[in-house]
């Protein structure tokens, strides 16, 4: 079986919000069991000028149900980025999930050639072949910024293994 787009993309973009997901689930047990605000999660950043861990859990949903949009050449879901809490960082990753499970694979592949423009900074944008525009800054954008999350609860002392990271639930079975 070859490659292609959607297989490079949808299972890609699956299993690590689900596994963000995880992440959270064990971050909101570690408030609970060492008797702190979750909210210190939330807001918690690596350094004082990096967003914090809400926004680097936004930013992760955004970066894949745009690609996914721009890739199937359909629009993507607009969300408020009003979220303040970890179970509503849990619902954005849901819904992401949700929207990535409604795009059929058929209307990925064959974008390696399509035109992609997006944003590139306040008032710029860039344009690249669909396949370099997943491989070049899609997957490396949408991978910082799980990383980026990973690297917040670590450093605040959640449990966190690389299992965690790319195993999810399944690291715990």
Known sequence: MSITMSSASLPVFRSMLSNLS??????????????????VLANARLAPDMLPLLRQVTIACDSAKLCVARLAGIDAPRHEDSESTLPELQA???????????????????SEARQITFP??????????????LR??????????????????????????????LAGAQAAT
């Open 92 to 110: 954005r990753i849901a819904g992401t999930l949700a929207f990535i499970d409604s795009v059929e694979p058929h209307l990925i592949d064959g």
């Open 136 to 165: 070049q800054h899609a997957l490396p954008n949408f991978f910082f910024h799980v990383t980026t999350a990973y690297a917040i609860l670590r450093h605040n002392g959640v449990n966190l293994g690389k299992r965690d990271y």
């Open 120 to 133: 590139a900074g306040r008032d710029r944008t860039r344009t690249l072949s669909g396949e370099d525009y």
């Open 22 to 39: 995880h992440l959270l689930d064990k971050a909101q047990a570690d408030a609970q069991a060492r008797h702190y605000d979750p909210a």
